[in-house]
């Protein structure tokens, strides 16, 4: 491995590994993962980009990491490839369907050396999955197929690979029925299973707040602007981003540590489709986007004059977002036990240590007039145990273990009390925010039973 590998390899670990991603079956280290696909590309290729690439690959979609950092420390052209091979889809764009759509046009478009890395992903992948979720392997093998037949240019050798582990999966499972209504089946369930108090929850949170609600206002400089005049002015105003126009309309942005000599046009960078939202685009939309880039540009009355970064996300608005969501969540929490505890034989997966905390402080809201279960003096924490100690419970909340329901759980405790005690969230708590509003509409209830 030559010191360009090892750097990437070393850089993907670490990333992964601070926010202790791992593999969903077999709860291994997500670099087995990262490993796995970067040797099957060594296997038919020895360009050191791509190899690195394959390392990368994940690195922008899963981790805080952005496409700047790659570009920083690997280059243009590595940088290039993990943009090809990120996903470009959001939450708010639909189905898992439609989503999965988009990001097929994506893949479609990349270069060859792209789509060699994602045969070797996907590889990995369908082995993974038909081994430990015959289930979902089902959706997983219809979404295959239709990524095989846009990475046909691709390394022939590893093209067949793909072709040949898809046919021995799909035998393996009998895989007659098609993924598309078993998809249709699960969402039904989904619906079946939210009440309307629910629905309306989700709504709120996904409707009622949005990025012009946080969005500053986007400086821009002509494309002739002189570039040390540039950075001259963005320094003086604190930007570090600024749009670039072009006859008026803004149509890419520079970077103030970019800027030298000649003119601003010398500097530019282009949108990426995943960088931009609409105004009325929800946080969670947001959120996703600065998990993979350092800027999201908002267009808003038909023209991109927004810009949101990661300190906008200390912003009362989204700090009032992220509490409202974990307390519908801790709501949602308390209403699972009832259901699966009645009569309060909850207490019994409690210690008494943590219960006589529970009885004090149902006493002290007693003596101030306050009508108060036990139930509700609980602990985030103790509301999370009570659950995750039942393995059905455990699978409900879609957690694969106790130790990654419990880490989960403790950091959501953790960003709960730093937003309520205003402490700084995005350096402490950022992996946390972005698993978090990946997730909202499992996290707010929608739990399949």
């Known amino acids: 491995?030559?010191?360009?590998?090892?750097?990437?390899?070393?850089?993907?670990?670490?990333?992964?590994?601070?926010?202790?991603?791992?593999?969903?079956?077999?709860?291994?280290?997500?670099?087995?993962?990262?490993?796995?696909?970067?040797?099957?590309?060594e296997e038919v290729s020895d360009d050191p980009q791509m190899i690195a690439a394959a390392w990368l690959h994940d690195t922008v979609e899963d981790t805080?990491?952005?496409?700047?950092?790659?570009?920083?420390?690997?280059?243009a052209g590595v940088a290039q490839l993990v943009d090809e091979l990120t996903d470009v889809s959001r939450p708010g764009d639909g189905n898992r369907a439609l989503r999965k759509a988009l990001d097929r046009e994506h893949i479609a478009?990349?270069?060859?050396?792209?789509?060699?890395?994602?045969?070797?992903?996907?590889?990995?992948?369908?082995?993974?999955?038909?081994?430990?979720?015959?289930?979902?392997?089902?959706v997983y093998l219809a979404e295959m197929e239709a990524l095989l037949r846009v990475l046909q240019e691709s390394n022939e050798t590893l093209l067949k690979?793909?072709?040949?582990?898809?046919?021995?999966?799909?035998?393996?499972?009998?895989?007659?029925?098609?993924?598309?209504?078993?998809?249709?089946?699960?969402?039904?369930?989904?619906?079946?299973?939210?009440?309307?108090?629910?629905?309306?929850?989700?709504?709120?949170?996904?409707?009622?707040?949005?990025?012009?609600?946080?969005?500053?206002?986007?400086?821009?400089?002509?494309?002739?602007?002189?570039?040390?005049?540039?950075?001259?002015?963005?320094?003086?105003?604190?930007?570090s981003v600024a749009g670039l126009r072009e006859d008026g309309v803004v149509e890419g942005y520079i970077l103030r540590d970019d800027l030298q000599r000649g003119y601003c046009g010398d500097y530019r960078r282009s949108f990426s489709r995943g960088q931009l939202v609409r105004g009325d685009a929800p946080l969670s939309d947001v959120?996703?986007?600065?998990?993979?880039?350092?800027?999201?540009?908002?267009?808003?009355?038909?023209?991109?004059?927004?810009?949101?970064?990661?300190?906008?996300?200390?912003?009362?608005?989204v700090r009032m977002w992220l509490f409202?969501?974990?307390?519908?969540?801790?709501?949602?929490?308390?209403?699972?036990?009832?259901e699966s505890y009645p009569d309060e034989s909850w207490q019994s997966q409690l210690n008494d240590g943590r219960l006589d905390k529970a009885r004090e402080m149902q006493q002290e809201r007693q003596r101030r007039g306050q009508i108060s279960r036990l139930i509700d003096c609980l602990q985030f924490s103790d509301k999370a145990q009570i659950l995750i100690k039942d393995e059905v419970q455990l699978a409900w909340m879609g957690f694969d273990s106790r130790r990654v329901a419990k880490k989960a759980l403790r950091d959501l405790e953790s960003l709960r009390n730093n937003l309520a005690h205003s402490q700084d969230i995005v350096s402490h708590d950022w992996p946390q925010i972005a698993r978090m509003t990946q997730r909202i509409e499992f996290l707010m209830g929608f739990g399949e039973e």
């Open 109 to 138: 478009r990349a270069s060859v050396s792209a789509k060699t890395v994602k045969l070797a992903d996907l590889i990995d992948n369908c082995r993974d999955i038909c081994r430990h979720d015959p289930r979902f392997a089902r």
């Open 161 to 239: 690979r793909a072709h040949k582990v898809w046919n021995r999966c799909r035998e393996r499972l009998g895989a007659e029925k098609e993924a598309s209504r078993h998809e249709s089946e699960m969402f039904a369930r989904h619906t079946q299973n939210a009440s309307f108090d629910q629905w309306r929850a989700l709504r709120l949170f996904t409707e009622s707040f949005s990025a012009s609600d946080i969005a500053e206002p986007l400086g821009s400089f002509d494309s002739d602007t002189s570039a040390i005049k540039a950075h001259e002015i963005m320094l003086s105003k604190g930007w």
């Open 287 to 317: 959120i996703y986007v600065l998990t993979r880039h350092a800027s999201c540009f908002v267009n808003i009355i038909g023209g991109t004059s927004g810009i949101i970064i990661r300190e906008h996300i200390q912003k009362p608005i």
């Open 64 to 75: 805080p990491a952005t496409h700047r950092d790659i570009e920083r420390e690997f280059g």
């Open 1 to 41: 491995m030559n010191d360009f590998v090892e750097k990437a390899r070393a850089y993907a670990t670490q990333a992964h590994a601070r926010i202790d991603q791992r593999r969903k079956y077999s709860n291994q280290p997500y670099d087995e993962h990262l490993k796995r696909v970067a040797e099957l590309v």
């Open 324 to 338: 409202g969501m974990i307390t519908i969540i801790e709501i949602n929490l308390v209403k699972r036990i009832e």
